[in-house]
Structures are given as C-alpha cells and as structure tokens.
C-alpha cells in the first residue's frame, strides 16, 4: 500500500536558519502530494501541493518540488521564524487508492530567537 | 468566512458515556471525513462521507458511529468511550475526494 516517511523530529534551529524537511513516498499510481502544517492545539492547515512530476508548491517562503525518480518531496525554507515553530505532516493522495490522505508521522520544528 | 467547525474544541467525557462531536461546514462540500490523531501521531482516518454515501475504514472500531443529516453537518458518535479513545479528532471536508482537503480546528476528548 500507500506510505508517507518523514524525517524524525524535533527539528530545532535557530531564527533565519535553512529548514529542510525531508519526505519520501511509496504509491502505486501517480499521487498528489502535500504539506500541511498543524500548530499547537490546532487542526492541520494546507500549506502547499503539488501535483505532478517536477511540479513546484510554495507558499509562505516554503517550497517543495515533487521529484519521481526519487519519490520525494522534501518541504524548504530558506530562513526561519519563530511562528513557523508547528508540526508539518507530509502526505500524499492516491487516484488509485480512493484518493483518500496518506499521512506521514509527522515533523516537529522547533525555532529559537 | 467559509469554513469548517467543529465543536465543542475541549470534551471531557467518562468512560463509557456516550460522546457526540460535531462538525459543520459553510464550504457545501460533498465529502466530510472524521480523522483520530493520538498524541504525537499522524492523523488516522476513521471514515467519510460522500454526500449520504458512508464509507468506514476497515480498522474503525464499531465503537465510532458517524451521521450526516444534511450536507453542512457530521457528527461522531462514540457509543462507549474508553481510555484508548482520548484524542483530538479531526473534521475536514472536501469538494470531491480527489480535491484538497480543508480541516477543522479540531475537538480534543479527554476521558476520564
């Protein structure tokens, strides 16, 4: 089936520092793929996606490129805040399994002043 | 704005009582998922709704029940909450299954 594997956590940087966090998928078909970004006592919130091959999400400063030949789709930022300390989930949808989410464990960022 | 809530945000319940969270959205989408995320875990589906079509999750206890009366509201019925079952659940909802998903600020159910 379908797997989302994220770099563990936490992630703990200073302010303005380079954030990468990394994310590979296994699917059968041809997924969609996304990050979102959960803060304390929240839900999740759709950060970016990405499509298909070679696509390019960003939003907020961050960037993630969806590569197929390595089945990634590693989530960067270039210089950090402190409102950017959250948990950012990696996942991906599945045409062929339904479409339904497929979530990976999960990446605590923690950014200091 | 249009959205999707969930309340209440805090439910305390005791074990065995029977709890109801509720859902609803103001973004007339056809599908309405309820998710389970444990602490320090990835959200895990429970099951969804397309329009009044329902679809549980293979691994969703028979102690999570679902209802959606009407395309705005969902609600979670958990018939005998147990210790295991403190969790913050999830609402989200979506155009078509195969477009983004938008969450709820969720509801965090503590048992006691």
């Known amino acids: 089936g379908d797997s989302v594997t994220q770099m563990e956590g936490p992630v703990t940087l200073s302010e303005e520092a380079f954030l990468t966090i990394n994310c590979t998928y296994t699917?059968?078909?041809?997924?969609?793929l996304f990050w979102y970004v959960q803060y304390p006592g929240e839900g999740l919130q759709l950060l970016l996606k990405a499509t298909k091959a070679d696509d390019k999400g960003s939003n907020k400063g961050f960037e993630a490129t969806y590569r197929k030949e390595t089945t990634s789709f590693h989530l960067e930022k270039g210089s950090v805040q402190v409102s950017d300390s959250a948990v950012y989930f990696c996942a991906l949808s599945d045409r062929d399994a339904g479409n339904m989410l497929t979530f990976g464990g999960g990446t605590r960022l923690m950014v200091k002043p | 704005d249009a959205m999707v809530i969930q309340n209440p945000r805090y439910q305390v319940t005791q074990f065995g009582k029977p709890v109801t969270l509720s859902c609803s959205q103001t973004l007339n989408h056809n599908v309405m998922y309820w998710y389970q995320q444990k602490s320090s875990q990835a959200p895990k589906l429970l099951f969804h709704y397309y329009d009044k079509d329902f679809n549980n999750e293979a691994d969703t206890p028979d102690n999570f029940q679902s209802r959606r009366p009407n395309t705005s509201f969902c609600f979670l019925d958990i018939r005998s909450p147990g210790l295991g079952d403190a969790a913050m659940y999830l609402c989200?909802?979506?155009?078509?299954?195969?477009?983004?998903?938008?969450f709820g600020p969720g509801t965090r159910l503590t048992v006691t």
């Open positions: 989200a909802t979506s155009r078509n299954t195969d477009y983004e998903q938008y």
């Open positions: 699917a059968t078909g041809y997924p969609s």
